[in-house]
Structures are given as structure tokens and as C-alpha cells.
């Protein structure tokens, strides 16, 4: 193997481990509940795996799913009834993916 196929190799694999890390920080973690719950949400954090499945299975489908620190709550809280309405996911779905979006911000 030549020196630049080997940078090469090289390069795929951080670039691999850097999408695997960004993928699991968007998952919920026992410290996104702590944060809702001292901002007066009592979620569990079953609440929000929920709303995390709801969030990828539903939001990916037109676009690149969207992080959520891309955006403040306001900002979120602007797009969203337009989303949801594409999406058309029940109401008490909606609530779901909103916590979970909040609770990453
Ligand atoms: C039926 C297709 C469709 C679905 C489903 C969908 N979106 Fe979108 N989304 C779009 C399109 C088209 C745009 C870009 C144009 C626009 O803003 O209307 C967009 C733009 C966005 C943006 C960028 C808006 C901006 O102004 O920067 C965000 C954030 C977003 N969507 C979040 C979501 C979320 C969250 C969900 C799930 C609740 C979702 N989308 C589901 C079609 C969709």
C-alpha cells in the first residue's frame, strides 16, 4: 500500500468514528432529563427515546435530519407547526418530539 492510499484509509475511519460519536450525542442521555426536569418538565427518559425515534423516523424523510442546536426554541418553535403538518403525526407524537428536541438545546 502506497503513503497517500494509506492517509486515505486513514481518513475514512476518523471520518467514520467523528458520524458515530455526532449520532450518539444526539441521542437522550440521563443528563437531558435532569435539565427538563429542573425546568419544570417531568419527563423520564423513556419519554424521550420516544420522541427521539419519533423525531429520526419522522423528520428525515424530505431533508437531512436537522440538529437540534441548530435552532433556538423560538426558532423551533416557529417551524415546527409547519413540519408537523407534513409529517402528520398525531398531536400527543408531537408533544413528544418537542421534548426531546428542547431537551437538547
Ligand atoms: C414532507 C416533507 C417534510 C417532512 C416530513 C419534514 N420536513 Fe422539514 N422541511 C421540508 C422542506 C421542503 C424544507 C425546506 C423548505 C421549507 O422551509 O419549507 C424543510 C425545512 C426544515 C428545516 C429548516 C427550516 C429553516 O428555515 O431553516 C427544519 C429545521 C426542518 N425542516 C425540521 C423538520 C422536522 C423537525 C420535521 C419532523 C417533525 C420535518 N422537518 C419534517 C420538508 C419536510
Redesign the pocket.
Known amino acids: 500500500m502506497n503513503i497517500s492510499k494509506c492517509i486515505g484509509a486513514a481518513g475514512i475511519i476518523l471520518f467514520m468514528m467523528a458520524c458515530g460519536a455526532g449520532s450518539s450525542m444526539l441521542r437522550p442521555v440521563e443528563a437531558d432529563v435532569l435539565k427538563m426536569q429542573s425546568s419544570g418538565h417531568q419527563v423520564s427518559l423513556d419519554t424521550l427515546k420516544i420522541g427521539f425515534k419519533l423525531?429520526t423516523d419522522?423528520?428525515s424523510?424530505?431533508?437531512n435530519l436537522?440538529k437540534p442546536k441548530?435552532?433556538s426554541r423560538e426558532?423551533?418553535e416557529a417551524?415546527?407547526p409547519?413540519?408537523?403538518h407534513?409529517?402528520k403525526?398525531a398531536e400527543s407524537d408531537?408533544e413528544l418530539?418537542k421534548l426531546y428536541?428542547y431537551s437538547k438545546l
Request: proline residues 0%; charged residues 20%.
Open positions: 423525531y419522522h423528520c424523510g424530505c431533508h436537522h441548530e435552532k426558532s423551533w417551524l415546527l409547519e413540519m408537523f407534513r409529517t403525526l408531537q418530539v428536541l
